[in-house]
């Protein structure tokens, strides 16, 4: 069974961080990259970042360079998202994907994405 699953959102203040894990199944993991997307209430998802199977190559959006790291574990199966620095616009729910297959390229398009997670509240007070 095709399972993501999102840990690790909570209620944190503005410039302090939180770190979110998602743990796969060995479908879609295996072989797969992996990505993050947030939505925030009124607007639509959008990429947050994703790291392909080496673990080599990442992409982000701009909006987190330089505050969000991602990162894999494969002995866990699990994908990480380091965020620092955080901001109250980094409100929203934060959701784990992985593409239906092997990618060259890093997808950052939400339709690119086949298996999602159920999602974690990331709450950041000013």
């Known amino acids: 069974q095709v399972q993501l699953v999102e840990s690790g959102g909570g209620l944190v203040q503005a410039g302090g961080s939180l770190r979110l894990s998602c743990a796969a199944s060995a479908r879609p993991y295996s072989g797969y990259t992996m990505g993050w997307f947030r939505q925030a209430p009124g607007k639509e998802r959008e990429f947050v970042a994703a790291?392909?199977?080496?673990?080599?190559?990442?992409a982000y959006a701009d909006s987190v360079k330089g505050r969000f790291t991602i990162s894999r574990d494969h002995a866990r199966r699990t994908v990480y998202l380091q965020m620092s620095s955080l901001k109250p616009e980094d409100t929203a729910v934060y959701y784990c994907a992985a593409p239906d297959g092997h990618q060259i390229v890093i997808p950052k398009m939400s339709s690119e994405y086949a298996f999602w997670g159920q999602g974690t509240q990331v709450t950041v007070s000013s």
């Open positions: 790291i392909n199977w080496a673990g080599l190559g990442t």
